[in-house]
C-alpha cells in the first residue's frame, strides 16, 4: 500500500485553500494512502502527470480543484508518496519542472534544488568548475530577502526569486576585485565532506558574499544552504561538520542515491510521514504540534542519543527548543529504561511544571508517563523529607522571619542582611559548621567583611531561626532541600534512573545537591536545560562545585524558532554590555546574535507617554489594533512588573470594552471567560509564547523595582546579581513574543531598555 509523506514547507499554503479545496486536497491526499499505486496513477479525478520537460522524472503533478494544483514526488523505488507543494494551476508546472531532488551524498537526507536555475547561472559563470579561482559571480535578480525555501506560487527561480514569469537571469556585472570569494578557503575537499555535491560547489565558488548566498537560498539544496550558510557565518569545517552534518547522518549506513523512499524517512526536520487519515488532517490543517514531529538536527542528536557519559547541558537563547529537547529526552530515556526505572523531570516553578506535564502528555502514551514523575525540585524534596518525617512543611515567609528576628535582635546590619548570608552563602555553600562559616574563604567574593567575631554572632543568629523554624516542622526550602539531599545520600536505592531539568538557570544550589543526590552518577545521569540571560532569580551556581561534572558535554543551540529575528535583536539589547555567564560556569554566555531566527516581522513598537493614564489608553488602543488585525484575544497577552499593576491594566481594559482576564500561570488558567486578552505579572510570562505582547509600565521606577535590593554598601555583588535579575525578567517578558512586541512606559523610561 502506498505511503504519504508530507513535506511541511507547503504546509502555509493550505491557508491559502478555502474550504471545498481543503476538503478536495483531504480526498485527495486520502487517496494517496487506500489505493494501490497502479489505480492512483489512472485514478480519472486525480489526473496525475509527469511533465514533459522536468528537471526530475520522478515529479508529478495532480489536480485538486479547477485553480489548484498539487505537487508530489512518485515513488520509484519504495511506496512513499512525498507531497511536495500546493500551488495555483498556473504556476505549478513552471515551479515543478524547475525543481529537482536529491539524494544528499554525505548526510543522506531527501533535498530539493531549483535546477533550471543553477544550470543557468552554470552557463553563465563556466569558470565555476575552475575552482577557487573562478571570478564571475551570477547574481540573481529579484527580490532580495526572500526567504529561504518560501512556499508559494512564485517561481523560485533565483532569476526571479518572488516574481513569477522570470525570463532569463541578467547578465552577470563584472566582479569588484576587491571581493574574495566566499569560500576561498574551503578545500574542494572539505566541501566534499560537508556534503556539498558538484553542482553545488561549483556554484558557491561564484559567490562573494553572504548576502547573494542568502538571495539564492530558495534555490539551493536545503541541507547543503545550511552548511554554505554556516560556514558563510566563520564557523570553522570541523564545527560545521559536527553541528549541521554529522547530526543529519544517518545512524546506520549511508543511504543510495536513488533510495528516495529511506531518503524520506531520513529527512525529519522537514518530512513528515502520516500513517493515517486523521493525521494527514492534522497535519495540513496545522492542528499538529511540529514541535511533536520536527527537530533541527542538533535537537533530535541531543534528545536521542544513546549515551552521554555524565551530566550534559543544553544552553541557548530564547525560543531555541530547549524545552522541546528536554521534552524528547525525556521520551527517550522512558523508552528505554530499565526495570524498576523512573525519570524525574523537574523544573522550578509550579507553572512551569504543569506546562511540561501536558506537553509531555502530547508526546508520549500513558503508560510511558506513568514511568515519568514530573514535579517541582522543591515537591521532590518535600516528598523525601516526608517520608522520614511525615509532619514536616514547605516555609514559604522566610525573608521575613529572618528579617523579624534581625530586628528584634537589633543586629548591627540592615534586616535583610541575616536572610542573604543564609541563603547566599551558608546554604549556597553548603557550610554546615561554624568552622566552615570561619573559614577565610567561606564568603568569597562577598563584599561586606566579617570578622570571626561578626561571623559567630551571625552563625548564632542563623542557628537559633533554624532551630525556632525546626521545632515547628515548617521548613524553609534551602534547609528541607538540605535534609533531603542528606536523607538521599544515605538510601542504598536512589528514587530516579535520570533525571532532566528545564528552565534550570533558576535553580539554588541547595535544589542542585537534592537533585544530585537524588540519582546515581553515571551515564545519562542528569540532562540539564536552561539559559542565563533568562535567569529571573539571583542564584549563582557553580556545577563543578556541585558535583555535577559537565566538561566536554555541553551544547548550544543556535536557532530561534518563536521569535522574529526583530524582536530577538532588540530584546538582545537589554542585555547588551552585560556580562553573563554560562550556567553552572564561570565562561562567558556566547554574545547575542550567535542565534539565528527561523521568522521575520516587523520591528517591536515602543512608546513613552507622558503619563499613566495615556500609557494606559495607549495600550488599549494597541491591543484593539491587534485584535482588528485578526489576532486572537488568548493570543494576546499584556504583563506588566506587580500584581498591583496587573490588576489594574485589566480592569482598564475591561472598562474600554475588551476582553482582558487576569492569567494565573500556576493553574495555567484565566479569570472569567478563555476568549480574553491575557493579563499577568513579568515572572507569570515566563515559560510561556504568544502571538503579541505588550509590556505595560517599563517605567524608571518600576524597573529595576528597588525595595528590597541589596545595599551596595553592604554587598555590591549582591546588588548586581539582583539588578541583573530584574533586567533579564524583562528581556525574558520581550522574548515570549512570537510576532508582535510592544513596550510602552510613562515618564522616565527603564535604564534598561536599549532605546
Ligand atoms: N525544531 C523545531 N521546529 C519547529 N518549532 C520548534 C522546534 N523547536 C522548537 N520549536 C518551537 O519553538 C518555540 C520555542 O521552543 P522552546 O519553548 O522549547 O524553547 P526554549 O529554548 O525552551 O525557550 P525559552 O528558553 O525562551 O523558554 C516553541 O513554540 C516550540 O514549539
Given at each position: 500500500m502506498?505511503?504519504l509523506?508530507?513535506?511541511?514547507?507547503?504546509?502555509?499554503?493550505?491557508d491559502?485553500?478555502?474550504?471545498?479545496?481543503?476538503?478536495?486536497l483531504l480526498?485527495?491526499?486520502?487517496?494517496f494512502?487506500?489505493?494501490?499505486?497502479?489505480a492512483l496513477?489512472?485514478?480519472?479525478?486525480?489526473?496525475?502527470?509527469?511533465?514533459?520537460k522536468?528537471?526530475?522524472?520522478?515529479?508529478?503533478?495532480?489536480?485538486?480543484?479547477?485553480?489548484?494544483?498539487?505537487?508530489?514526488?512518485?515513488?520509484?523505488?519504495?511506496?512513499?508518496?512525498?507531497?511536495?507543494?500546493l500551488?495555483p494551476?498556473d504556476?505549478?508546472?513552471?515551479?515543478a519542472?524547475d525543481?529537482?531532488?536529491?539524494?544528499?551524498p554525505v548526510?543522506?537526507?531527501?533535498e530539493?534544488?531549483?535546477a533550471?536555475?543553477?544550470?543557468?547561472?552554470?552557463?553563465?559563470?563556466?569558470?565555476?568548475?575552475?575552482?577557487?579561482?573562478?571570478?564571475?559571480a551570477?547574481?540573481p535578480?529579484?527580490?532580495?530577502g526572500?526567504p529561504?525555501?518560501?512556499?508559494?506560487?512564485?517561481?523560485?527561480?533565483p532569476?526571479?526569486?518572488?516574481g513569477?514569469g522570470?525570463?532569463?537571469?541578467?547578465?552577470?556585472?563584472?566582479a569588484?576585485?576587491?571581493?574574495p570569494?566566499?569560500?576561498?578557503?574551503?578545500?574542494?575537499?572539505d566541501?566534499?565532506r560537508l556534503?556539498?555535491?558538484?553542482e553545488?560547489?561549483?556554484?558557491?565558488r561564484t559567490?562573494?558574499?553572504?548576502?547573494?548566498?542568502?538571495?539564492w537560498?530558495?534555490?539551493l539544496?536545503?541541507?547543503?544552504f545550511?552548511?554554505?550558510?554556516?560556514?558563510?557565518?566563520?564557523?570553522?569545517?570541523?564545527?560545521?561538520?559536527d553541528?549541521?552534518?554529522?547530526p543529519?547522518?544517518?545512524?546506520?549506513?549511508?543511504v543510495?542515491?536513488?533510495d528516495y523512499?529511506?531518503?524520506?524517512?531520513?529527512?525529519?526536520?522537514?518530512v513528515i510521514?502520516v500513517?493515517?487519515?486523521q493525521?494527514?488532517?492534522?497535519?495540513?490543517?496545522?492542528?499538529?504540534n511540529?514541535w511533536?514531529?520536527?527537530?533541527?538536527?542538533?535537537?533530535?542528536?541531543?534528545a536521542?542519543?544513546?549515551?552521554?557519559?555524565g551530566?550534559?547541558k543544553?544552553?541557548?537563547?530564547?525560543g531555541?527548543g530547549?524545552?522541546v529537547?528536554?521534552?524528547?529526552r525525556v521520551?527517550?530515556?522512558?523508552?528505554?529504561?530499565?526495570?524498576?526505572?523512573r525519570?524525574?523531570?523537574?523544573?522550578f516553578?509550579?507553572a512551569?511544571?504543569?506546562?511540561?506535564?501536558?506537553?509531555?502528555?502530547?508526546?508520549?502514551?500513558?503508560?510511558?508517563?506513568?514511568?515519568?514523575?514530573?514535579?517541582?525540585?522543591?515537591?521532590?524534596?518535600?516528598?523525601?523529607?516526608?517520608?522520614?518525617?511525615?509532619?514536616?512543611r514547605?516555609?514559604?515567609?522566610?525573608?521575613?522571619?529572618?528579617a523579624?528576628?534581625?530586628?528584634?535582635?537589633?543586629?548591627?546590619w540592615?534586616?535583610?542582611?541575616?536572610?542573604?548570608?543564609?541563603?547566599?552563602?551558608?546554604?549556597?555553600?553548603?557550610?554546615t559548621?561554624?568552622?566552615?562559616?570561619?573559614?577565610?574563604?567561606?564568603?568569597?567574593?562577598?563584599?561586606?567583611?566579617l570578622?570571626?567575631?561578626?561571623?559567630?554572632?551571625v552563625w548564632?543568629?542563623?542557628?537559633?531561626?533554624?532551630?525556632?523554624m525546626?521545632?515547628?516542622?515548617?521548613?524553609?526550602?534551602?534547609d528541607?532541600?538540605?535534609?533531603?539531599?542528606r536523607i538521599?545520600?544515605?538510601r542504598?536505592?536512589?528514587p530516579?534512573?535520570?533525571?532532566?531539568?528545564?528552565?534550570?538557570?533558576d535553580l539554588?544550589?541547595?535544589?542542585?545537591?537534592?537533585l544530585?543526590?537524588?540519582?546515581?552518577?553515571?551515564?545519562n545521569?542528569?540532562?540539564?536545560?536552561?539559559?542565563?540571560?533568562?535567569?529571573i532569580?539571583d542564584?549563582?551556581?557553580?556545577f563543578k562545585?556541585l558535583g555535577?561534572?559537565?566538561?566536554?558535554?555541553?551544547?548550544?543551540?543556535?536557532?530561534?524558532y518563536?521569535?522574529?529575528?526583530?524582536?530577538l535583536?532588540w530584546?538582545?539589547?537589554?542585555?547588551?554590555?552585560?556580562?553573563?555567564?554560562?550556567?553552572?560556569?564561570?565562561?562567558?554566555?556566547?554574545?547575542?546574535?550567535?542565534?539565528?531566527?527561523?521568522l521575520?516581522?516587523?520591528?517591536p513598537e515602543?512608546y513613552?507617554?507622558?503619563?499613566e493614564?495615556?500609557?494606559?489608553?495607549?495600550?488599549?488602543?494597541?491591543?484593539?489594533?491587534?485584535?482588528?488585525?485578526g489576532?486572537e484575544?488568548?493570543?494576546i497577552?499584556?504583563?506588566?512588573?506587580?500584581?498591583?499593576?496587573?490588576?489594574?491594566?485589566?480592569?482598564?481594559?475591561?472598562?474600554?470594552a475588551?476582553?482582558a482576564?487576569?492569567?494565573?500561570?500556576?493553574?495555567h488558567?484565566?479569570?472569567?471567560?478563555a476568549?480574553?486578552?491575557?493579563?499577568?505579572?513579568m515572572?507569570?510570562?515566563?515559560g510561556?509564547?504568544f502571538?503579541?505582547?505588550?509590556?505595560?509600565?517599563?517605567?524608571?521606577?518600576?524597573?529595576?523595582?528597588?525595595?528590597h535590593?541589596?545595599d551596595?554598601?553592604?554587598?555590591?555583588?549582591?546588588r548586581?546579581?539582583?539588578?541583573?535579575?530584574?533586567r533579564?525578567?524583562?528581556?525574558?517578558a520581550?522574548?515570549?513574543?512570537?510576532?508582535r512586541?510592544?513596550?510602552?512606559?510613562?515618564?522616565?523610561?527603564?535604564?534598561?531598555?536599549?532605546?
Amino acid at each position: 500500500m502506498p505511503q504519504l509523506a508530507i513535506d511541511a514547507t507547503c504546509l502555509p499554503q493550505y491557508d491559502k485553500l478555502d474550504k471545498p479545496t481543503r476538503e478536495r486536497l483531504l480526498a485527495a491526499t486520502r487517496k494517496f494512502r487506500e489505493l494501490s499505486l497502479d489505480a492512483l496513477l489512472a485514478h480519472p479525478d486525480l489526473r496525475i502527470r509527469s511533465l514533459p520537460k522536468g528537471q526530475d522524472p520522478r515529479i508529478r503533478t495532480f489536480r485538486i480543484s479547477d485553480s489548484w494544483t498539487g505537487v508530489m514526488l512518485a515513488p520509484e523505488s519504495g511506496e512513499t508518496f512525498l507531497l511536495v507543494h500546493l500551488l495555483p494551476r498556473d504556476t505549478a508546472e513552471d515551479w515543478a519542472t524547475d525543481q529537482r531532488h536529491d539524494v544528499n551524498p554525505v548526510m543522506g537526507t531527501l533535498e530539493r534544488r531549483d535546477a533550471t536555475a543553477l544550470g543557468q547561472a552554470a552557463e553563465r559563470a563556466p569558470a565555476h568548475a575552475a575552482g577557487p579561482a573562478a571570478r564571475a559571480a551570477p547574481v540573481p535578480t529579484g527580490s532580495p530577502g526572500a526567504p529561504a525555501r518560501a512556499p508559494g506560487p512564485a517561481r523560485t527561480a533565483p532569476a526571479a526569486p518572488s516574481g513569477a514569469g522570470a525570463t532569463a537571469p541578467a547578465a552577470a556585472p563584472p566582479a569588484a576585485p576587491a571581493a574574495p570569494p566566499l569560500f576561498d578557503h574551503v578545500s574542494d575537499h572539505d566541501l566534499q565532506r560537508l556534503g556539498i555535491d558538484p553542482e553545488i560547489r561549483d556554484f558557491c565558488r561564484t559567490l562573494t558574499t553572504a548576502r547573494e548566498l542568502h538571495d539564492w537560498a530558495p534555490a539551493l539544496p536545503q541541507d547543503q544552504f545550511e552548511v554554505l550558510r554556516a560556514l558563510a557565518d566563520g564557523h570553522s569545517v570541523q564545527r560545521v561538520r559536527d553541528e549541521v552534518v554529522v547530526p543529519r547522518r544517518p545512524v546506520v549506513g549511508a543511504v543510495a542515491a536513488d533510495d528516495y523512499d529511506t531518503a524520506i524517512r531520513h529527512t525529519r526536520e522537514r518530512v513528515i510521514v502520516v500513517n493515517d487519515n486523521q493525521e494527514i488532517e492534522d497535519v495540513l490543517a496545522g492542528e499538529f504540534n511540529a514541535w511533536r514531529v520536527f527537530l533541527h538536527p542538533k535537537q533530535r542528536d541531543l534528545a536521542y542519543r544513546p549515551r552521554f557519559n555524565g551530566p550534559a547541558k543544553v544552553s541557548g537563547g530564547p525560543g531555541t527548543g530547549k524545552t522541546v529537547v528536554a521534552l524528547h529526552r525525556v521520551k527517550y530515556l522512558a523508552e528505554h529504561l530499565p526495570l524498576g526505572g523512573r525519570v524525574l523531570l523537574t523544573s522550578f516553578t509550579n507553572a512551569l511544571v504543569e506546562s511540561l506535564k501536558r506537553n509531555l502528555a502530547l508526546l508520549i502514551p500513558p503508560e510511558l508517563v506513568e514511568d515519568v514523575d514530573v514535579v517541582t525540585t522543591d515537591k521532590l524534596a518535600l516528598d523525601v523529607v516526608k517520608e522520614v518525617h511525615p509532619d514536616i512543611r514547605l516555609r514559604t515567609d522566610t525573608r521575613g522571619v529572618f528579617a523579624n528576628y534581625a530586628r528584634q535582635h537589633r543586629l548591627p546590619w540592615p534586616v535583610d542582611f541575616l536572610f542573604s548570608e543564609y541563603r547566599h552563602v551558608i546554604t549556597a555553600r553548603g557550610i554546615t559548621t561554624l568552622e566552615g562559616y570561619l573559614d577565610p574563604d567561606a564568603r568569597a567574593g562577598r563584599t561586606t567583611p566579617l570578622n570571626a567575631d561578626q561571623r559567630r554572632r551571625v552563625w548564632h543568629a542563623v542557628s537559633s531561626v533554624r532551630a525556632m523554624m525546626r521545632t515547628s516542622r515548617k521548613l524553609p526550602a534551602e534547609d528541607l532541600h538540605a535534609e533531603a539531599a542528606r536523607i538521599l545520600s544515605e538510601r542504598a536505592e536512589l528514587p530516579y534512573t535520570n533525571v532532566v531539568v528545564d528552565e534550570a538557570q533558576d535553580l539554588h544550589p541547595a535544589q542542585w545537591r537534592t537533585l544530585r543526590a537524588a540519582v546515581p552518577p553515571g551515564p545519562n545521569d542528569l540532562f540539564i536545560a536552561g539559559d542565563n540571560r533568562q535567569r529571573i532569580y539571583d542564584n549563582t551556581v557553580s556545577f563543578k562545585q556541585l558535583g555535577i561534572e559537565i566538561v566536554g558535554r555541553s551544547y548550544p543551540l543556535r536557532v530561534n524558532y518563536r521569535t522574529t529575528e526583530q524582536i530577538l535583536t532588540w530584546a538582545d539589547g537589554i542585555l547588551r554590555g552585560q556580562p553573563v555567564l554560562e550556567l553552572g560556569d564561570s565562561a562567558a554566555i556566547e554574545p547575542g546574535g550567535s542565534t539565528r531566527c527561523v521568522l521575520s516581522g516587523p520591528p517591536p513598537e515602543l512608546y513613552g507617554a507622558p503619563d499613566e493614564p495615556t500609557e494606559l489608553d495607549a495600550l488599549a488602543e494597541r491591543v484593539r489594533g491587534w485584535l482588528a488585525e485578526g489576532i486572537e484575544p488568548a493570543d494576546i497577552c499584556v504583563t506588566a512588573r506587580t500584581n498591583k499593576l496587573r490588576d489594574s491594566v485589566a480592569a482598564h481594559l475591561r472598562a474600554r470594552a475588551l476582553p482582558a482576564a487576569i492569567f494565573n500561570p500556576r493553574e495555567h488558567s484565566v479569570t472569567d471567560t478563555a476568549h480574553a486578552v491575557r493579563v499577568t505579572t513579568m515572572h507569570g510570562v515566563k515559560g510561556l509564547e504568544f502571538r503579541a505582547i505588550a509590556v505595560f509600565a517599563a517605567t524608571a521606577d518600576a524597573l529595576p523595582q528597588t525595595d528590597h535590593l541589596t545595599d551596595p554598601a553592604l554587598d555590591e555583588n549582591q546588588r548586581r546579581a539582583e539588578l541583573d535579575a530584574q533586567r533579564s525578567l524583562l528581556y525574558v517578558a520581550c522574548t515570549r513574543a512570537r510576532e508582535r512586541l510592544y513596550v510602552s512606559w510613562h515618564g522616565a523610561p527603564s535604564p534598561f531598555l536599549p532605546l
